[in-house]
């Protein structure tokens, strides 16, 4: 049964008889079309995200730099999610950007007078740790080695602004961590949260002696309170570069001395300590570049050696190697020293620990 339509008089007289058929017969076709619902179902946000497993380097900023630390933080965890095993990036190349920027120079040896430090890491990129060491108290210039690699890790665009708010920053947390300016004056890197806790977790970069082992909390309550802004870092995912990861446990890790380098060649590559005085952080984990001319992979005659000292200042307890890995698209070498126990290195003498 059709139901009883009924058109204004207004309407009638001012449209064509035709005109009113048609609509009569649009109006009456669609009350009888049958209801359908849409097959697109919201997905719920997971109850937990925590990105902690792939923060390769727990950071100790010294007097400055947390806007660039809590940014390679978090652009640290996208490239590991990306490209497990990526090198850490350089915090110092970042800094010197900056400072290069805010004075309006020329870049040298690139010869580009960049917009930001945001348009340089764009366009030019960042490189790592392993190459370019990291020491906010004396900014060195960068390495040839340095300009090299950096185009492997470059944003893809400005980073993307987040609003303060616990579902825009949930939602946000489940594709990548995000830079936060938190208490005022300080920026962190926001990592996860639980709705269990009903917190957010963040890294800090004032080493591992603060907070939790350097992570920190901001109650979903006090989120407005605490955070002021967030920004979400847009990056370009890497490529896979053959690459070294060491974990050492120690009382100060500013005393342990590494060098990376190729059996039976010089020049071993020096890739801590970074000349950080301000760092009283015990532990350390770093992701490496491999020494230039090094071919993949290692094996007899072409043996990755890591030189371990400990120079006993100020502590003479010692420390211990958990890990030394080499991997590269896939492939990973561990060292077969390392399979069944960690490596105490002694104070005041050189340990050389090979892979394979």
Same mark, same amino acid.
């Given at each position: 049964?059709?139901?009883?339509?009924?058109?204004?008089?207004?309407?009638?007289?001012?449209? &064509?008889?035709?005109? =009113?058929?048609?609509?009569?017969?649009?109006?009456?076709?669609?009350?009888?079309?049958?209801?359908?619902?849409?097959?697109?179902?919201?997905?719920?946000?997971?109850?937990?995200?925590?990105?902690?497993?792939?923060?390769?380097?727990?950071?100790?900023?010294?007097?400055?730099?947390?806007?660039?630390?809590?940014?390679?933080?978090?652009?640290?965890? =996208?490239?590991?999610?990306?490209?497990?095993?990526?090198?850490n990036l350089s915090v110092n190349r970042q800094l010197w950007g900056w400072s290069r920027e805010l004075r309006k120079e020329a870049i040298p040896g690139i010869g580009v007078n960049y917009q930001s430090l945001t348009d340089y890491l764009i366009n030019f990129g960042n490189p790592t740790?392993?190459?370019?060491?990291?020491?906010?108290?004396?900014?060195? $210039?960068?390495?040839?080695?340095?300009?090299?690699?950096?185009?492997?890790?470059?944003?893809?665009?400005?980073?993307?602004?987040v609003k303060v708010d616990i579902n825009e920053f949930k939602t946000w947390l489940t594709k990548g961590p995000l830079r936060v300016s938190i208490w005022g004056n300080h920026f962190v890197a926001l990592i996860g949260y639980d709705d269990n806790t009903q917190r957010f977790k963040f890294?800090?970069? $004032?080493?591992?002696?603060?907070?939790?082992?350097?992570?920190?909390?901001?109650?979903?309550?006090?989120?407005? &309170?605490? %955070?002021?802004?967030?920004?979400?870092?847009?990056?370009?995912?890497? &490529?896979?570069?053959?690459?070294?990861? !060491?974990?050492?446990?120690?009382?100060?890790?500013?005393?342990?001395?590494? $060098? %990376?380098?190729?059996?039976?060649?010089?020049?071993?590559?020096? %890739?801590?300590?970074?000349?950080? %005085?301000?760092? !009283?952080? &015990?532990?350390?984990?770093?992701?490496?570049?491999?020494?230039?001319?090094?071919? $993949?992979?290692?094996?007899?005659?072409?043996?990755?050696?890591?030189?371990?000292?400990?120079?006993?200042?100020?502590?003479?307890?010692?420390?211990?190697?958990?890990?030394?890995?080499?991997?590269?698209?896939?492939?990973?070498?561990?060292?077969?020293?390392?399979?069944?126990?960690?490596?105490? !290195?002694?104070?005041?003498?050189?340990?050389?620990?090979?892979?394979?």
């Amino acid at each position: 049964m059709q139901p009883n339509l009924i058109i204004p008089d207004k309407l009638v007289k001012s449209i &064509k008889k035709y005109d =009113q058929i048609m609509i009569q017969s649009s109006i009456t076709h669609s009350l009888q079309a049958p209801i359908t619902w849409s097959k697109t179902t919201i997905k719920a946000l997971p109850p937990k995200v925590d990105y902690t497993a792939l923060i390769p380097f727990i950071r100790e900023q010294g007097g400055y730099g947390c806007g660039m630390y809590s940014g390679a933080a978090c652009w640290d965890i =996208q490239n590991e999610s990306f490209c497990p095993y990526s090198p850490n990036l350089s915090v110092n190349r970042q800094l010197w950007g900056w400072s290069r920027e805010l004075r309006k120079e020329a870049i040298p040896g690139i010869g580009v007078n960049y917009q930001s430090l945001t348009d340089y890491l764009i366009n030019f990129g960042n490189p790592t740790e392993g190459t370019e060491l990291t020491n906010s108290d004396a900014v060195q $210039w960068p390495t040839d080695e340095g300009s090299y690699e950096a185009p492997n890790y470059r944003l893809s665009s400005p980073n993307t602004p987040v609003k303060v708010d616990i579902n825009e920053f949930k939602t946000w947390l489940t594709k990548g961590p995000l830079r936060v300016s938190i208490w005022g004056n300080h920026f962190v890197a926001l990592i996860g949260y639980d709705d269990n806790t009903q917190r957010f977790k963040f890294v800090n970069s $004032w080493g591992d002696q603060w907070g939790e082992n350097g992570y920190g909390y901001v109650s979903y309550s006090n989120l407005n &309170k605490e %955070i002021q802004s967030g920004e979400y870092l847009n990056i370009i995912p890497p &490529k896979s570069i053959p690459s070294a990861k !060491i974990r050492f446990s120690h009382t100060y890790r500013q005393s342990v001395y590494l $060098w %990376i380098g190729i059996e039976n060649r010089p020049s071993a590559k020096r %890739i801590w300590p970074n000349g950080q %005085i301000q760092d !009283i952080s &015990k532990n350390l984990t770093l992701t490496v570049t491999l020494p230039r001319g090094f071919v $993949w992979p290692p094996g007899p005659g072409n043996r990755l050696c890591l030189d371990v000292y400990d120079c006993g200042v100020p502590y003479e307890s010692g420390g211990e190697l958990h890990e030394f890995t080499a991997t590269f698209c896939g492939q990973t070498f561990p060292c077969a020293q390392l399979a069944k126990s960690p490596i105490h !290195i002694t104070p005041y003498q050189v340990s050389r620990i090979y892979i394979p």
